[in-house]
């Protein structure tokens, strides 16, 4: 199926936009989370301590659009070519004797085929221009269906409001031509905004550059059209298995049944029809 989002939505003349996330330059600074929480005035949503390394934030939630998971990993470190960082030791490289974090900035995957838009019945979410997906706050009646419809965990409600709320890719920043505020806070470009096709392109040859630097667990995420929730429009190079960073290995849009299950359901409604009106030809033929 296509994943020309913009065309199938009825809007024309737009490219599709996206987040391309290369975690293996991300140092963790937050900064994306501040200038999203700025910017879109998201509240604060608890001054916790987790205790998950430098982590307070937790996870995605209505109240944290933008998340930076930090995890440890006892790990031969390698060179990523960062100069302001330097190299690895010597000593460290040889005896494998060493850990790093893994920082990764997370947020709505702006899916392909968004399982939280299939849902929603009052059309509170909807599929813009650009190919993103954001909710009309003052449409949302807080039922809910989109928030077990997401097969990542993402869109949420707020508890003293119940409607729900999540990135909307700078909305309306990008439709004045600017880029999404964590991309502009980003320091290291580890967020990058912009045409999803060149995006894409970027993120196969930042690929090629790191398996030839010698880390070939490199791998990108939510950027293959063909996976099951037909590719994101927010996708990630990440430098470890998804689920060391608390994504699906291989998630599947949760309406993909929806059509089957309707057409069961009503070649099952027919028959029923069919039966009530045979008892009640044969009732009348008494
Ligand atoms: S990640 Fe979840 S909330 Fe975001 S578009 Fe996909 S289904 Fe919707
Ligand atoms: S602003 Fe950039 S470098 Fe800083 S935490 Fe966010 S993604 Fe990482």
Same mark, same amino acid.
């Given at each position: 199926?296509?994943?020309?989002?913009?065309?199938?939505?009825?809007?024309?003349?737009?490219?599709?936009?996206?987040?391309?996330?290369?975690?293996?330059?991300?140092?963790?600074?937050?900064?994306?989370?501040?200038?999203?929480?700025?910017?879109?005035?998201?509240?604060?949503?608890?001054?916790?301590?987790?205790?998950?390394?430098?982590?307070?934030?937790?996870?995605?939630?209505?109240?944290?659009?933008?998340?930076?998971a930090?995890i440890?990993?006892?790990?031969?470190?390698?060179? $990523?070519?960062?100069?302001?960082?330097?190299?690895?030791?010597?000593?460290?490289?040889?005896?494998?004797?060493?850990?790093?974090?893994l920082?990764s900035?997370?947020?709505?995957?702006?899916?392909?085929?968004?399982?939280?838009?299939?849902?929603?019945?009052?059309?509170?979410?909807?599929?813009?221009?650009?190919?993103?997906?954001?909710?009309?706050?003052?449409?949302?009646?807080?039922?809910?269906?989109?928030?077990?419809?997401?097969?990542?965990?993402?869109?949420?409600?707020?508890?003293?409001?119940?409607?729900?709320?999540?990135?909307?890719?700078?909305?309306?920043?990008?439709?004045?031509?600017?880029?999404?505020?964590?991309?502009?806070?980003?320091?290291?470009?580890?967020?990058?905004?912009?045409?999803?096709?060149?995006?894409?392109?970027?993120?196969?040859?930042? $690929?090629?550059?790191?398996?030839?630097?010698?880390?070939?667990?490199?791998? $990108?995420?939510?950027?293959?059209?063909?996976?099951?929730?037909?590719?994101?429009?927010?996708?990630?190079?990440l430098?470890d298995?998804p689920e060391v960073y608390g994504l699906?290995?291989?998630?599947?849009?949760?309406?993909?049944?929806?059509?089957?299950?309707?057409?069961?359901?009503?070649?099952?409604?027919?028959?029923?029809?069919?039966?009530?009106?045979?008892?009640?030809?044969?009732?009348?033929?008494?």
């Open positions: 199926m296509s994943d020309d989002v913009v065309t199938q939505a009825g809007w024309e003349n737009t490219p599709r936009k996206g987040f391309f996330t290369d975690t293996s330059v991300c140092i963790g600074c937050k900064a994306c989370e501040v200038a999203c929480k700025e910017w879109n005035a998201v509240p604060e949503d608890g001054l916790n301590f987790t205790g998950m390394s430098y982590d307070n934030t937790g996870a995605l939630g209505a109240d944290t659009w933008r998340h930076v930090f440890e990993q006892k790990k031969r470190p390698v060179d $990523l070519g960062m100069p302001t960082v330097g190299t690895p030791s010597a000593q460290a490289q040889e005896t494998g004797d060493g850990m790093r974090w920082m900035s997370d947020v709505c995957k702006h899916c392909t085929h968004a399982a939280c838009l299939d849902v929603c019945p009052t059309g509170a979410l909807f599929r813009t221009e650009f190919g993103t997906v954001v909710v009309q706050q003052d449409v949302c009646n807080g039922c809910g269906y989109c928030v077990s419809a997401c097969p990542y965990g993402v869109i949420d409600q707020r508890k003293d409001d119940g409607r729900v709320f999540k990135c909307t890719m700078c909305y309306d920043r990008i439709g004045d031509g600017l880029e999404p505020a964590c991309a502009k806070a980003c320091p290291t470009d580890s967020i990058q905004y912009g045409d999803l096709d060149v995006l894409r392109a970027a993120a196969d040859a930042r $690929l090629e550059t790191l398996h030839a630097q010698g880390v070939p667990e490199a791998e $990108l995420y939510g950027r293959d059209p063909d996976d099951g929730v037909g590719g994101n429009g927010a996708f990630f190079l430098l298995r699906p290995p291989d998630p599947v849009v949760t309406t993909r049944d929806l059509p089957s299950m309707w057409r069961h359901a009503g070649v099952a409604a027919l028959g029923l029809l069919a039966a009530a009106g045979a008892a009640f030809a044969a009732g009348a033929r008494r």
